[in-house]
C-alpha cells in the first residue's frame, strides 16, 4: 500500500484569510489561485499494518510538534475514510524554496492527500481530494485541481471544496519569482484575522472580487485578472498588518520589485506584482515580455525563477518512490 504523487504550489490571486474552523480549516470566504509550475513537492506514502508508529520526514528532516499534528489530521482522515489502523511512512521533498512566501504547503499537502489516498485505495475525484488537502492547508485544495482554481466556502466537505477554473490565460501566462528570503509564520496570521478592523471592510469587497476575477479567467482578460490579483494583494497586507500582532511580511527589496513592476507598467508591458503572506514577489507578465521582466526583477538584487502555470495534482510511477 504505497504510492507517490507529485503536486504544484499555488499562487494566490484571490486569497484566503482566516479560518472559521481550524480543525477542518473552514475559511471565512471563497479563494482563486493559479499552481506554478515547474516547482513541486514530491510525496511518497505507504501504509503498513506491522507498522506501530507513523513518520514523516520532508527534504531529509524528520517532522514533529505543529508541522507533524497538521500532517496527522490529513493521514488520520485517510484512514478514517478507508476503514484501516495501519502505521504509515511519508516523505516528502520540494524543488523551490520553502517557508519565504511561494506555497511550499499548498504542494505539500495537495501531494500527501493524492499519495494517502492512492496508497490507501480510496477512489475519488480530485474535488473530493481536495477536501482531504484542505485539512492539512486551504490553499492545499486548490492545488489538488491545479491550474486556475476555486475554492468554495462552506461548512462541510460537500460545500468546501476546490474546482478548476477553464480560462485561455494557462499558455500565456509567465510569472517570475522573485526571492526575498524571510521566515514568516502564515498559521499565527490566520488566526487573528478577524481581531484586524480591516477584516470586515475585506469580507465585505470579497465577495465582488471573486466574481470579477472568475469573469476575467473566462475572457482571457490579462490586465484585468492580474490587476484584480494585485489590488488582493495589498487589501490582504492591510489586514495582517493592522491585527493584534502587526504583522509586517515585506522587506526592502519587496518595496523595491514592487516599484519597478510599475515603472515597466508605465512604458506599457503588462505586468503586475502579486505577494501571499511573505516578503517574496510574484510578478506576473506574458511569454512575450518575460525575458525584459525577469531581469529588471533580478535587477533588484534577488534571485529569480520563472514559472508557468502548473496542471493538478497526479500520481506517478512506481518508479518515482522516494524510498
Given at each position: 500500500?504505497?504510492?507517490?504523487?507529485?503536486?504544484?504550489?499555488?499562487?494566490?490571486?484571490?486569497?484566503?484569510?482566516?479560518?472559521?474552523?481550524?480543525?477542518?480549516?473552514?475559511?471565512?470566504?471563497?479563494?482563486?489561485?493559479?499552481?506554478?509550475?515547474?516547482?513541486?513537492?514530491?510525496?511518497?506514502?505507504?501504509?503498513?499494518?506491522?507498522?506501530?508508529?507513523?513518520?514523516?520526514?520532508?527534504?531529509?528532516?524528520?517532522?514533529?510538534?505543529?508541522?507533524?499534528?497538521?500532517?496527522?489530521?490529513?493521514?488520520?482522515?485517510?484512514?478514517?475514510?478507508?476503514?484501516?489502523?495501519?502505521?504509515?511512512?511519508?516523505?516528502?521533498?520540494?524543488?523551490?524554496?520553502?517557508?519565504?512566501?511561494?506555497?511550499?504547503?499548498?504542494?505539500?499537502?495537495?501531494?500527501?492527500?493524492?499519495?494517502?489516498?492512492?496508497?490507501?485505495?480510496?477512489?475519488?475525484?480530485?474535488p473530493e481530494i481536495?477536501?482531504?488537502?484542505?485539512?492539512?492547508?486551504?490553499?492545499?485544495?486548490?492545488?489538488?485541481?491545479?491550474?486556475?482554481?476555486?475554492?468554495?466556502?462552506?461548512?462541510?466537505?460537500?460545500?468546501?471544496?476546490?474546482?478548476?477554473?477553464?480560462?485561455?490565460?494557462?499558455?500565456?501566462?509567465?510569472?517570475?519569482?522573485?526571492?526575498?528570503?524571510?521566515?514568516?509564520?502564515?498559521?499565527?496570521?490566520?488566526?487573528?484575522?478577524?481581531?484586524?478592523?480591516?477584516?470586515?471592510?475585506?469580507?465585505?469587497?470579497?465577495?465582488?472580487?471573486?466574481?470579477?476575477?472568475?469573469?476575467?479567467?473566462?475572457?482571457?482578460?490579462?490586465?484585468?485578472?492580474?490587476?484584480?490579483?494585485?489590488?488582493?494583494?495589498?487589501?490582504?497586507?492591510?489586514?495582517?498588518?493592522?491585527?493584534?500582532?502587526?504583522?509586517?511580511?515585506?522587506?526592502p527589496r519587496t518595496i523595491e520589485?514592487?516599484?519597478?513592476?510599475?515603472?515597466?507598467?508605465?512604458?506599457?508591458?503588462?505586468?503586475?506584482?502579486?505577494?501571499?503572506?511573505?516578503?517574496?514577489?510574484?510578478?506576473?507578465?506574458?511569454?512575450?515580455?518575460?525575458?525584459?521582466?525577469?531581469?529588471?526583477?533580478?535587477?533588484?538584487?534577488?534571485?529569480?525563477?520563472?514559472?508557468?502555470?502548473?496542471?493538478?495534482?497526479?500520481?506517478?510511477?512506481?518508479?518515482?518512490?522516494?524510498?
Open positions: 500500500m504505497k504510492a507517490t504523487a507529485k503536486a504544484h504550489p499555488i499562487q494566490g490571486l484571490v486569497k484566503y484569510h482566516g479560518m472559521r474552523d481550524e480543525e477542518l480549516r473552514l475559511p471565512y470566504h471563497d479563494s482563486i489561485s493559479v499552481c506554478t509550475a515547474p516547482s513541486h513537492s514530491k510525496t511518497t506514502a505507504e501504509f503498513d499494518s506491522d507498522r506501530e508508529d507513523d513518520v514523516y520526514v520532508i527534504d531529509g528532516e524528520e517532522v514533529a510538534g505543529r508541522g507533524a499534528e497538521r500532517i496527522d489530521a490529513v493521514v488520520d482522515h485517510v484512514r478514517d475514510l478507508a476503514d484501516i489502523d495501519y502505521g504509515v511512512r511519508f516523505e516528502s521533498t520540494n524543488n523551490f524554496p520553502t517557508n519565504i512566501g511561494f506555497g511550499s504547503s499548498s504542494s505539500g499537502f495537495a501531494a500527501a492527500a493524492m499519495a494517502l489516498v492512492e496508497a490507501a485505495g480510496l477512489d475519488m475525484t480530485r481536495s477536501t482531504v488537502a484542505r485539512r492539512g492547508s486551504s490553499s492545499a485544495a486548490r492545488a489538488v485541481t491545479g491550474a486556475f482554481s476555486h475554492l468554495r466556502t462552506g461548512m462541510n466537505d460537500r460545500d468546501c471544496r476546490s474546482e478548476r477554473i477553464e480560462t485561455d490565460l494557462e499558455d500565456d501566462l509567465r510569472i517570475v519569482a522573485g526571492m526575498v528570503p524571510s521566515y514568516k509564520e502564515t498559521e499565527a496570521a490566520h488566526e487573528e484575522a478577524a481581531d484586524s478592523h480591516m477584516f470586515e471592510a475585506r469580507m465585505a469587497h470579497i465577495h465582488g472580487q471573486i466574481s470579477d476575477m472568475r469573469d476575467a479567467l473566462y475572457d482571457a482578460d490579462f490586465d484585468r485578472a492580474f490587476e484584480l490579483a494585485e489590488h488582493d494583494s495589498l487589501s490582504l497586507a492591510a489586514t495582517t498588518m493592522t491585527g493584534p500582532a502587526g504583522w509586517v511580511y515585506w522587506q520589485i514592487f516599484n519597478a513592476v510599475r515603472e515597466l507598467r508605465e512604458e506599457g508591458l503588462p505586468v503586475y506584482f502579486s505577494v501571499d503572506t511573505g516578503a517574496s514577489v510574484y510578478v506576473n507578465t506574458t511569454d512575450r515580455y518575460v525575458d525584459r521582466v525577469e531581469e529588471t526583477v533580478a535587477d533588484c538584487g534577488v534571485d529569480t525563477r520563472v514559472w508557468e502555470v502548473g496542471g493538478p495534482a497526479r500520481v506517478l510511477d512506481s518508479d518515482a518512490a522516494l524510498f
